[in-house]
């Protein structure tokens, strides 16, 4: 008895929560009223984001034209003629007029003016010309090819060596040339426009070819009139348009190749003899202050000397006999050769004997 009436209430609980299960299904439309049971995502959609369910697209399309159409309307008096007028959105003036001659348009502009005559012009180091530099970096040349021009008039202005791929030099002044040549042996070919010519006549693309020659990826092999029309062009005003692109360029997921290229060391070189002496240092060996040759790196040792008695009086404080793993002969070396030792591992004397023994360091490789 207790068996089955226990069964019949769980029988009654079943036929409840089905029930209820329905009840919460059916929503209301938000447009034509009409009941329909909706989806799952309708359903808490509706009850915890309180938004307003529609039976079918175009009723969803009908609300929201309905909705924009009932959009109030803005009433007001222009601030400059005093005119009234009704606008969709809130406004200060009824027309473009009454803003161009008003108050604040001839304090925006003041403002613009000031800010104008802030602005430094900077003299290019080439042409001399006046220019504004950008506020995101500072340049000391008005254009790229200044640029090349300034560094190809300091070095190595005429070089007598032929200009093919394998002992190519001074890259900034054959890309300044208005008629580039051809670089494959045999070819007389003259023009503006070199990776096109190596890709019809040669089958070489640009990059191929930017590699085997030692010119940046980046490099455009064009004369520069040729450079200046085509960055020029319409579309490459569209900023918009420009960020979409470098945006989809940026996050394709290539991997991008890491070396640096002839014509990469060769900009290194000018830009080190070009940056002048650099800052005063104090010796680490005799305490002697003396200037660095460049800018660039951390000297801690005045001459070669201080810093060979440097070496040697650290290696004195090696005491452990071992033998290098490739000459066999005898040296001292620290603790942790001592520990490379014990763990029946090699140790080597010099930076020669690992790298012919071990085959060099191991390089890099950029994941596919």
Not at 180 to 208: Q, R, V, Y
Request: proline share 4%; with cysteine.
């Amino acid at each position: 008895m207790n068996l089955c009436w226990l069964m019949r209430r769980s029988c009654w609980t079943l036929a409840c929560l089905d029930m209820c299960a329905k009840c919460e299904s059916k929503l209301t439309c938000g447009y034509c009223g009409q009941s329909f049971e909706g989806t799952k995502s309708q359903i808490s959609n509706a009850k915890y984001l309180n938004t307003q369910p529609y039976c079918s697209r175009s009723c969803r399309s009908a609300d929201i034209s309905r909705r924009r159409k009932e959009k109030p309307v803005f009433k007001g008096n222009c601030k400059e003629c005093g005119k009234a007028f009704e606008s969709k959105h809130p406004k200060i003036y009824c027309s473009m007029e009454c803003f161009a001659h008003s108050d604040d348009m001839k304090l925006h502009l003041a403002a613009n003016n000031e800010k104008k005559k802030n602005e430094v012009a900077v003299k290019c180091l080439h042409c001399s010309k006046a220019f504004v530099e950008k506020a995101s970096r500072k340049s000391k040349f008005c254009s790229r090819f200044c640029y090349r021009s300034y560094l190809a008039e300091r070095f190595d202005r005429w070089i007598a060596s032929p200009e093919n791929i394998e002992n190519l030099q001074n890259y900034d002044e054959f890309l300044l040339q208005e008629k580039l040549p051809c670089l494959i042996d045999g070819c007389d070919w003259e023009g503006k426009n070199l990776s096109m010519h190596l890709n019809f006549h040669h089958g070489i693309t640009a990059g191929e070819f930017k590699k085997l020659a030692g010119f940046n990826k980046k490099t455009g092999l064009v004369s520069p009139s040729l450079s200046e029309h085509l960055s020029n062009r319409e579309h490459l005003q569209d900023k918009e348009l420009m960020a979409h692109r470098m945006l989809a360029f940026k996050y394709r997921g290539e991997p991008t190749e890491r070396e640096l290229r002839k014509e990469g060391r060769e900009h290194h070189k000018k830009s080190r003899i070009l940056s002048g002496p650099g800052p005063s240092r104090t010796c680490g060996c005799c305490g002697k202050t003396f200037t660095q040759t460049t800018v660039f790196g951390l000297a801690k040792y005045c001459s070669p000397k201080c810093q060979q008695e440097t070496h040697i009086a650290k290696n004195a404080a090696k005491k452990h006999d071992m033998t290098c793993g490739h000459c066999k002969k005898h040296f001292f070396g620290n603790r942790y050769q001592q520990i490379r030792v014990e763990r029946e591992l090699p140790v080597f004397c010099s930076f020669k004997c690992r790298g012919i023994e071990m085959g060099g360091r191991p390089k890099k490789v950029l994941p596919k």
